[in-house]
């Protein structure tokens, strides 16, 4: 049975931190790209961060980039995403996704949930 379960969320101020996991099980870790979306209220769902299945590849979303850091314990099958200098328009559902990169095969995560207000 697929799992990925996120953990992590909650209120902070304006400039603070929150480092968020994922910890997944039932399938093979390294053989999928990992990510972070989140999804405002009234909002489509976007994405944050990827990470290569070894780790190396990082990408970013413009509205987080130099203050998201997003990485993977293969070892632990596990992904996480620091995130620093939080501002209000972060808040949102953060989702945990693993990509196949092929034949469409993607998991989702049931989310956390993330308030950034003072």
């Known amino acids: 049975q697929v799992q990925l379960v996120e953990s992590g969320g909650g209120l902070v101020e304006p400039g603070g931190s929150l480092r968020l996991s994922c910890t997944t099980s039932?399938?093979?870790?390294?053989?999928?790209?990992m990510k972070w979306y989140r999804q405002a209220a009234g909002k489509e769902r976007e994405l944050v961060a990827s990470?290569?299945?070894?780790?190396?590849?990082?990408r970013y979303s413009n509205a987080v980039q130099g203050r998201f850091t997003i990485s993977r314990d293969n070892a632990r099958d596990r992904v996480t995403l620091q995130m620093n200098s939080l501002k209000p328009e972060d808040t949102g559902v953060y989702y945990c996704?693993?990509?196949?990169?092929?034949?469409?095969?993607?998991?989702w995560g049931q989310g956390t949930e993330v308030t950034v207000s003072s």
């Open positions: 990470v290569g299945r070894v780790g190396r590849d990082r």
């Open positions: 039932g399938f093979v870790f390294t053989n999928y790209v």
């Open positions: 996704h693993a990509d196949l990169g092929r034949d469409g095969i993607v998991y």
